[in-house]
Nanobody
Framework: QVQLVESGGGLVSAGGSLRLSCAAS????????MGWFRQAPGKTREFVAA????????YYSDSVKGRFTISRDNAKNTVHLQMNSLKPEDTAVYYC??????????????????WGQGTQVTVSS
């Protein structure tokens, strides 16, 4: 079993920044690609960003590209999402997700084995 715990959410004004973190723990923690998804009220959970285990390859949705940056620290089993130039439409619950074996795909909910409980991000206009 792998446990994922997100932190760093909160309320911020439009144009502001937040940094989300996700810590993975468990009996045997080896995570491959890790990702961030978000779900706004009344909407389906959508892909935000992902990063391969080597940290050298990252993926972003078009809506956050250029504003968000995903990074990871394998020694600490953590992944971060730096969110800059936040917009009201970024308001959502943000979820961390982890793969426990390597896959080609990283942008679908079905590509991940474990999920965190989510952290709320609210951007006021």
């Amino acid at each position: 079993q792998v446990q994922l715990v997100e932190s760093g959410g909160g309320l911020v004004s439009a144009g502001g920044s937040l940094r989300l973190s996700c810590a993975a723990s468990g009996r045997t923690v080896i995570t491959y690609s890790m990702g961030w998804f978000r779900q706004a009220p009344g909407k389906t959970r959508e892909f935000v960003a992902a990063i391969r285990r080597n940290g050298g390859t990252t993926y972003y949705s078009d809506s956050v590209k250029g504003r968000f940056t995903i990074s990871r620290d394998n020694a600490k089993n953590t992944v971060h999402l730096q969110m800059n130039s936040l917009k009201p439409e970024d308001t959502a619950v943000y979820y961390c997700a982890a793969q426990t074996y390597a896959r080609t795909r990283v942008t679908s909910r079905n590509d991940y084995d474990y999920w965190g409980q989510g952290t709320q991000v609210t951007v006021s206009s």
